[in-house]
């Protein structure tokens, strides 16, 4: 639509596309409205929507993924949750243990990451781990218990939801639900998450492309949830010496193809706690929104992923690292 299109002109163009038995579904910038419009294009008379009032241009979207492409919406994708704002230029830092294990963990960790400028507590809760055998996570207990503490301390919260049946619990007491790599493509899952009112951090798949990660961004926006967040957290090369191969490349891409915010998780990509740090650097150079972090008090003794998990000193040092290299390239790091 053009700038400063009026209310009427947009819900006229609305009906006459759901007339037709189209799905419109307005984006809305700070510029301007566009309206991308689902469905068999055989329907549509291009020269006649041209014509309707304050038009600016029709446009055909080639990507397979439409409401996530940047030839939808130009504009940057800016998600606000209580107050903390991903994707407006300023790098966001999410930190905290892989697991929340017990009370006292949780929140000496919580306490750490705070003092150090985090704005989000991560934690799982609902783990999703390689054997049936390995620790499960505290689930609803675990979730309440971060709820606390965090307000306590006053973070924003994430966790992982693993499956369809626990949207509505993690709903209940976390900010923003986590979608792991290994349910990137569970689109039922994408689904529900997309007929929620909180934002969705969606990492890769370890064996994703970049259009399939595009793609299912695409499932939750989809549905009406437009606050998707996407995140690298490395893929399956043959490489052994890192858990995963972390390519920085995806930042620059995919924010070359989409508007939405994309962050970097080092502490999956590399599964070395000495590489997290130089990796965490590199993606806020590469451009990334932000970065999701494992921060434990005490690593050796974590029931998961403590090898690739900062002490608390590790990623005070990170942080303090992180502000001149946001700087350098124009970006800032304003501490919680
Ligand atoms: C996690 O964040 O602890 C996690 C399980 O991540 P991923 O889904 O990227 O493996
Ligand atoms: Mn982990």
Excluded: W
């Excluded at 419009?37 to 397979?64: A, N, Q, T, Y």
């Excluded at 230029?89 to 919580?110: D, F, K, R, T, Y």
């Excluded at 370890?206 to 399939?212: D, F, G, R, V, Y």
Aim: proline content about 5%.
């Amino acid at each position: 639509m053009k700038k400063n299109a009026p209310e009427e002109h947009i819900q006229h163009l609305i009906d006459e596309l759901k007339d037709k038995g189209l799905e419109p579904m307005p984006l809305i910038g700070t510029e301007r409205v566009v309206i991308a419009v689902i469905g068999d294009e055989r329907i549509l008379s291009v020269r006649h929507l041209s014509s309707m009032p304050s038009v600016s241009k029709v446009m055909p979207i080639l990507h397979p993924y439409k409401l996530v492409s940047r030839e939808t919406k130009h504009e940057n994708t800016i998600i606000e949750v209580k107050g903390v704002k991903i994707g407006n230029g300023e790098v966001v830092v999410m930190a905290g243990p892989c697991s929340i294990e017990n009370h006292e963990q949780l929140l000496s960790a919580a306490r750490a990451v705070k003092n150090s400028g985090a704005h989000i507590l991560r934690g799982g809760a609902f783990k999703p781990r390689t054997s049936p055998h390995s620790f499960q996570g505290m689930g609803e207990e675990g979730l309440k218990m971060m709820k606390e503490i965090a307000d306590d301390v006053g973070l924003v919260t994430i966790s992982e939801v693993l499956d369809t049946r626990h949207v509505e619990v993690v709903h209940d007491h976390v900010d923003i639900f986590q979608v792991g790599a290994r349910n990137m493509q569970n689109f039922e899952l994408l689904k529900e998450l997309g007929k929620s009112d909180k934002p969705v951090l969606l990492k890769r798949g370890a064996s994703a492309t970049i259009k399939e990660f595009l793609l299912a961004a695409e499932y939750v926006m989809s549905e009406g949830n437009h606050d998707v967040i996407l995140c690298e957290r490395g893929i399956r090369t043959f490489e052994t010496d890192t858990r995963n191969t972390l390519p920085l490349a995806t930042v620059p891409l995919v924010k070359k193809l989409s508007h939405l915010p994309i962050i970097v998780d080092p502490s999956h990509g590399v599964g070395v706690r000495d590489f997290v740090a130089p990796m965490s650097l590199a993606a806020i150079a590469a451009g990334a929104d932000g970065l999701i972090i494992e921060v434990h008090p005490n690593p050796e003794k974590a029931l998961t992923d403590g090898d690739q998990s900062l002490t608390t000193e590790q990623f005070a040092k990170l942080m303090d690292d992180l502000g001149p290299v946001a700087k350098a390239i124009g970006r800032s790091l304003n501490l919680h």
